[in-house]
């Protein structure tokens, strides 16, 4: 079932994800070669506690730490270590936060100094296809218009959609339904209503995109050890059409 959100339960889930956006980008300009992921990960948390709000992952269903962190092969839910990062690297760093009854959920995904030319057209493309996902998120459409719009645009870069992790609703749970797949046929599922908030989250594999998860019950990494880029927005969509609400700003910012 689909909760719809009012105007006032999206502003609260726009102040989860404003301060998902912030902390995200506070991270951001840490990434660089000898920083450790562990290390960001207890910033992460400092953040949040700062801001009153709570880690949204640390808990969940068991997940051990306040932030993903995705290395390279890893595709997401890695756990973040000791061991410390180096140039070419590509770290993805997935973080939510839980404040005044909602969460808030983004994902971004950064070079370590200089990486190659693949990883940089990887990162280009996924992040395109969450936006071109977004542009879909308006009423009338369906579901799988979002899914269709990110698939074709990653297939296009050479890349393939990682099949076994979907974007979902979120409000007063991390994961509602629906169930938003990062690939389909269009005009396939529920019809988008004004009051829907969605978090897209397109993993895009440089190989093939087959996952396996570690020993560790969490992280996923590439069947074939390709890179694999993700980037996430949490959406409202309105009649006006979707309103990013995991942007700083409050608007809709392609920059990172
Ligand atoms: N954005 C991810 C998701 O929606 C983060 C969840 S990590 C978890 O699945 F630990 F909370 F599961
Ligand atoms: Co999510």
Redesign the pocket.
Same mark, same amino acid.
């Given at each position: 079932m689909v909760i719809l959100k009012s105007p006032s339960e999206i502003e609260k889930i726009r102040q989860s994800n404003v301060m998902v956006a912030e902390i995200l980008e506070i991270l951001r300009q840490k990434v660089e070669p000898g920083i450790d992921t562990l290390t960001l990960d207890k910033i992460s948390e400092k953040l949040a506690l700062a801001r009153n709000a709570k880690p %949204?992952?640390k808990g969940?269903?068991g997940?051990p730490y306040s932030l993903?962190t995705s290395v390279n092969q890893q595709v997401?839910?890695g756990f973040p270590s000791r061991r410390p990062l180096k140039e070419g690297d590509i770290l993805s760093m997935?973080f939510?936060i839980f404040y005044n009854d909602y969460y808030g959920?983004a994902?971004i995904t950064v070079p370590v100094g200089k990486v190659s030319d693949v990883a940089l057209r990887l990162m280009k493309a996924t992040k395109e296809a969450l936006f071109l996902g977004i542009e879909q998120a308006i009423p009338g459409k369906r579901l799988s218009d979002i899914s269709h719009a990110i698939q074709s645009h990653a297939e296009a870069a050479g890349f393939s959609v990682v099949r076994k992790?979907v %974007?979902?609703g979120i409000g007063k749970a991390?994961?509602e339904d629906p169930q938003i797949p990062n690939y389909g046929k269009p005009g396939m599922g529920i019809r988008l209503k004004p009051g829907m908030v969605l978090?897209i989250?397109p993993m895009v594999n440089a190989g093939s995109y087959e996952v396996k998860t570690l020993e560790d019950g969490?992280t996923a990494v590439t069947e074939d050890g390709s890179l694999s880029a993700h980037f996430?927005h949490t959406v409202a969509i309105t009649a006006d059409g979707p309103v990013i609400l995991s942007a700083a700003t409050g608007k809709a910012s392609k920059k990172n």
């Amino acid at each position: 079932m689909v909760i719809l959100k009012s105007p006032s339960e999206i502003e609260k889930i726009r102040q989860s994800n404003v301060m998902v956006a912030e902390i995200l980008e506070i991270l951001r300009q840490k990434v660089e070669p000898g920083i450790d992921t562990l290390t960001l990960d207890k910033i992460s948390e400092k953040l949040a506690l700062a801001r009153n709000a709570k880690p %949204g992952f640390k808990g969940y269903r068991g997940y051990p730490y306040s932030l993903c962190t995705s290395v390279n092969q890893q595709v997401v839910h890695g756990f973040p270590s000791r061991r410390p990062l180096k140039e070419g690297d590509i770290l993805s760093m997935d973080f939510g936060i839980f404040y005044n009854d909602y969460y808030g959920d983004a994902a971004i995904t950064v070079p370590v100094g200089k990486v190659s030319d693949v990883a940089l057209r990887l990162m280009k493309a996924t992040k395109e296809a969450l936006f071109l996902g977004i542009e879909q998120a308006i009423p009338g459409k369906r579901l799988s218009d979002i899914s269709h719009a990110i698939q074709s645009h990653a297939e296009a870069a050479g890349f393939s959609v990682v099949r076994k992790f979907v %974007g979902h609703g979120i409000g007063k749970a991390l994961h509602e339904d629906p169930q938003i797949p990062n690939y389909g046929k269009p005009g396939m599922g529920i019809r988008l209503k004004p009051g829907m908030v969605l978090a897209i989250e397109p993993m895009v594999n440089a190989g093939s995109y087959e996952v396996k998860t570690l020993e560790d019950g969490w992280t996923a990494v590439t069947e074939d050890g390709s890179l694999s880029a993700h980037f996430e927005h949490t959406v409202a969509i309105t009649a006006d059409g979707p309103v990013i609400l995991s942007a700083a700003t409050g608007k809709a910012s392609k920059k990172n």
